[in-house]
């Protein structure tokens, strides 16, 4: 599966910077190409400036919003975001139409954190105007939702609470993460954030890898492209896991067959739930109406028994999901478990979000009132006294 990549706002083109990374590494390991294109679009150049891996070019890093903010971002003022993308999301399509090669990938998908300017508030006008654009394709939405401490920024709730509500009406699909769950680490901030990006896109690579293996390994042939675009739908998130000990090769007796199928399932089992538990967005497995999983690993430790033991272990876990899976037989590297949860509903961090939000335009609107009160008493007080005005 190919993807053609766009970060919105300093956090959406450092993921994207790290999906470029990601291209460089499947293209360096395996040969394959997964990332047709990997675009910023910023208010701010020298967030812009401070990326690594995506191309260096103004048609690669397209600055947005000069008349309004002069470069420097949008101090968190959705609004403002969402206006410059109102305005200039038609030219950013024809760039990314006439100067890249999104026409050859399978969908698109733009990356935003929910509490900045820029990001949350353009968010869903990009993926409007590219589902316009690119009518052929599914643009999904990956949203990135605040640690807990940038709370206490009155906007980061609001602005998170607008954004779900815009983007999930328009996107095909939205990815959930959220860095209060990447909270722990001892890292500088600096790392942290990097170490953050770097979990949430890793879980892309066999994902994408599978469907572009021009010999593929004899395996059960599934998940295909077309599986992974049905299963993405609404809300969803996906985590990856990796069994406790390394996984056993086939062996040529019946009985340690046995032996090796039973800790086979084992391992898969375990890697399983370690994708559950490494999902970058808390939710129950059961909330969820479709599910995709995906085992790979070197061929020789692979086989069809496991790919049915793991989709009965999540079809017990997510009951009324409508389950894809298979596996993905490569070369080399370690076993790993992908799944994708999609399709559920509001889940209790967006509910928060949302009454947050309720509640913040309740006391704005009373800290308005006092405030027109306030000048009126003045008013009223100073009407003997001559004005110079
Ligand atoms: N995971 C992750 N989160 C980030 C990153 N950079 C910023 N954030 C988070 O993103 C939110 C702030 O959004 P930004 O992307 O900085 O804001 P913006 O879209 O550039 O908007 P303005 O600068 O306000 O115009 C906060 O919740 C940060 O914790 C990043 O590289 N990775
Ligand atoms: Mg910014």
């Not at 869903?124 to 999904?140: C, Q, S, W």
């Amino acid at each position: 599966m190919k993807l053609g990549v766009i970060g919105l706002g300093q956090c959406g083109g450092r993921i994207a910077d790290e999906f470029a990374r990601l291209q460089m590494r499947s293209h360096g390991l395996r040969g394959l190409d997964i990332i047709v294109e990997a675009v910023a679009v910023d208010t701010d150049f020298a967030d812009l400036a401070g990326l690594v891996s995506i191309k260096s070019d103004a048609n690669h890093r397209l600055l947005v919003g000069s008349a309004s903010v002069r470069g420097h971002g949008t101090a968190g003022a959705s609004d403002l975001g969402a206006e410059i993308l109102r305005r200039e999301s038609g030219k950013i399509t024809e760039t990314l139409d006439h100067a890249h090669k999104l026409a050859g990938a399978d969908a698109i998908i733009v990356i935003a954190a929910s509490a900045g300017g820029t990001g949350s508030g353009g968010l869903p006008l990009l993926v409007r105007a590219l589902k316009e654009k690119f009518t052929d394709k599914p643009a999904y939405a990956l949203l990135v939702l605040p640690f807990d401490h940038e709370e206490d920024e009155q906007s980061a709730a609001m602005n998170t609470a607008i954004c779900l509500k815009s983007t999930g009406a328009v996107a095909d699909a939205v990815i959930l993460a959220d860095n209060q769950l990447f909270s722990k680490g001892g890292a500088s901030p600096k790392e942290h954030i990097l170490k953050i990006n770097r979990q949430l896109v890793d879980p892309f690579m066999d994902l994408l890898c599978a469907g572009e293996e021009k010999k593929p390994k004899p395996g059960t042939g599934k998940p295909h492209t077309s599986d992974v675009i049905a299963t993405l739908d609404g809300w969803s998130s996906l985590g990856m896991g990796k069994p406790v000990i390394p996984m056993i090769s086939r062996g040529k007796a019946d009985s340690t067959n046995t032996l090796r199928r039973e800790l086979q399932s084992d391992q898969g089992i375990f890697a399983m739930n370690d994708a559950l538990a490494q999902m970058a967005f808390s939710l129950r497995p059961s909330g969820a109406y479709k599910a995709l999983y995906m085992v790979a690993g070197p061929a020789k430790e692979l086989d069809g028994n496991l790919v049915e033991v793991l989709g009965a272990y999540l079809k017990n876990k997510a009951p009324h999901a409508q389950i894809r899976g298979g596996d993905y037989p490569r070369d080399g590297g370690g076993m790993e478990v992908t799944v994708i949860l999609s399709n559920f509903g509001e889940t209790d961090r967006m509910r928060y979000f949302r009454e947050k939000a309720k509640q913040l335009s309740l006391d704005r609107a009373a800290q308005q009132q006092a405030k027109a009160d306030r000048a009126m008493l003045t008013e009223e007080a100073g009407r003997d006294i001559p004005n110079l005005l």
